[in-house]
């Protein structure tokens, strides 16, 4: 009997003590000639979706029995010597070797940071797999130890923040030695062989400078010439590891507490990112590897295949990892990604741990611009959350209580155990959490809790209503102080309500979910969101500040009142801004499309009533905001003109605001190239609407189109003649 592949398979296959193998062949051949096309065996334990969650016996791609190619155990890879211990006799070309591991474990961290399983890529090196064999090898042995630290840390950093299920990260091992006994110490024998490689590279600079040390110091290899690269190379590479490893522990302490050290950490990891970077050509010129062109696609510095690895030793011993071969990301790619990642990890510390929750947001969205590393993300979110409490300090009715600048009297005991304010307070962790998530997860899970939002504050509409004008009801003392702020309370939640909303629509252009034809709609729906956040928004300032609040404060604190204030005014005006524009664009958008048919839906699938519900149905389910519908939408845009659009002057009004803005962000760099922006925008709209009024909207030779070129949710339109 042979197989697909014409290899000989065992006639028979012996039988075990409960079981017994029958030949199925001529059962399935009757099968087969008995179906037709399109046609699929059901029964009552198998079904279509169990035939697509088989396993196809026998395809290599899908049977791991089948996979003939690399080693079947991670015995069988030592044993033919595949992870030599040294990696050779010539001290030389041992260290020469381990670089390469090094770098090599670099680029298979980097490909697990970007979704393919550890037991590919970390795990897929035989000396982390039997790291106890690597103990008479100082420098290997502590640079493998560290490494599986790390991956555990990263590991659980990731679980605890929970922001990792639908981004395809693999935080489970399946029974990989992620951790063991002496990985406590692994930061102790690294110290331990970066300062002897330290002192053996000072020992070759006083060599070269005709000094003499005291200390009878050997060197890292033979070749006195190359004792200084090779040095510093390795140096570099074993500081980068302990300062990431002591980077990421700092930023789980406690409250904060080691943010301050982990920035230290984390300029050295850049800077050591520089040295490996430094290190190329020496190694290159010394390796004898391939050419320039050949090299960039390499996973080593040196551009050599390293010793000690194969992706598919682990491929019968896990589960989820199919025998399939990965593409590593190159080692260059490795570099810029772990910038990138120390990038977004010294952008968390730029973060005031006041008690702010407007500023918490702003930084949450403007940090979420760069589209940050989940790791980085994982570390924001358990930074901010701890223990239920905002920086593991402050409790969430804290939080709200300084958000509305209410009396002093409401941190008892009764404001804290209130129904509704705990309530704003597990929706305010739920909100924080949302926003550390990447931008199409967070965008369909704001959607979800936009209900949330809206329910809690209709049933605190009808409590108070029902407290209003119940007279028979009996309410305690601490009933009637929290019926006095409930109002403030609920402004505060419907302003974050439709704050929500508008994070959800603004993610929609990210996302790139909205073609030119919707743009009209969406602008319209925007338009409305904004002008309600306004509104509440300016509610919640016009309420008076207590000033037994401010009785025994400092005057830093009351300047931070103050601030908190003025602030609140200065986003009012920028949000007046995009009310404009939003409003400008609609109008705009609707006129090109009644004089042009420009932008007009005529699909046979979708209409733009469809379109309509399909873009705006979770915040329509949710009410946000109220009596708003498709109708009211083409009622408002049925009869407008590019003349309408030109007389009102929408965008001129927008100049008039950001002309006095700049003082009030004069520290802010983000809002101040934010203003730089929308100036740039409303300029360009303003020139093409008037060309477009003058040449006549129905002018067949006008080619319109709207470009996100400054700003990224407000478009310019760009006018040409053919």
Partial sequence: MEDRGGNDVPASIPSGEQMVWADVSPLLAAACNDLHDGELIHGENFNLFAAMSALEIMDPKMDSGMERNGFHSIEEAIESGAAPIPLSLDRTVDVQRCIDVMDHLLSCETTWHRGHSLAQTVFSCIYLLRIERTATHPLLHSYCRIMRSTCDVVITAVSDARTHEEEDFFTTAYSLPLKGDGDEKCLSLLNSVEETVSRQLRACKAQASRKKLCDDIGSLQTNPDLEEGYCRAVLCRLRFRKHFYHALVCMRKPKGRGLELAKKHVMSCLSELGSMSKSVEFLRSNAGG?????????????????????????????????????????????????????????????????????????????????????????????????????????????????????????????????????????????????????????????????????????????????????????????????????????????????????????????????????????????????????????????????DSRRKGKKKRDIAKDVGLESGVCAMCMLLQCYIYISEGLTMMLAALHNERQNFKISSPFNSEHERFIQHFELLQRANVPPHISYHLFMESTTHVRISNVVKHNYFREVQRILASLRGSFAGDSNKLLELHQLEQVIEHNRIALSVIDQVGASDPSLEIRFEFQHHPFFPVAVVKRS
Wanted: proline share 4%; net charge neutral; glycine share 4%.
């Fill in 290 to 546: 391939p050419s320039d062109g050949e090299i960039e696609c390499r996973t080593t510095a040196s551009g050599k295949q390293p010793f000690g690895f194969d992706a598919n030793i682990n491929s019968r011993l896990s589960a989820p990892t199919p025998p399939r071969a990965i593409q590593l990301l190159s080692w260059k790619q490795a570099i810029e990604f772990f910038e990138k990642l120390l990038n977004d990890l010294d952008a968390i510390f730029s973060l005031p741990l006041d008690l702010s929750l407007e500023n918490i947001l702003q930084f949450l969205v403007q940090f979420q611009k760069s589209q940050p590393d989940l790791v980085a993300r994982a570390h924001l979110q358990l930074l901010l959350v701890q223990d239920g409490k905002l920086y593991g300090k402050y409790p969430f009715h804290v939080v709200i209580s300084r958000a509305l600048v209410l009396p002093e009297g409401t941190s008892d005991q009764a404001f804290q155990e209130n129904e509704f304010v705990v309530q704003l307070g597990q929706l305010t962790i739920n909100l924080i959490k949302i926003l550390c998530t990447n931008n199409a997860w967070q965008r369909r899970k704001l959607g979800k809790i936009l209900q949330d939002w809206g329910v809690i504050s209709i049933q605190q509409l009808e409590l108070a209503f029902r407290r209003e004008f119940d007279e028979t009801l009996k309410v305690s003392a601490d009933e009637m102080l929290f019926t006095r702020l409930s109002k403030r309370l609920l402004v505060w939640a419907e302003e974050k309500t439709y704050w929500i909303a508008s994070r959800f629509l603004l993610l929609g252009f990210q996302l790139e979910l909205y073609s030119p034809k919707e743009y009209c709609m969406v602008y319209w729906y925007m338009y409305i969101i904004f002008v309600n956040l306004l509104e509440k928004m300016q509610m919640r300032a016009s309420y008076p500040v207590d």
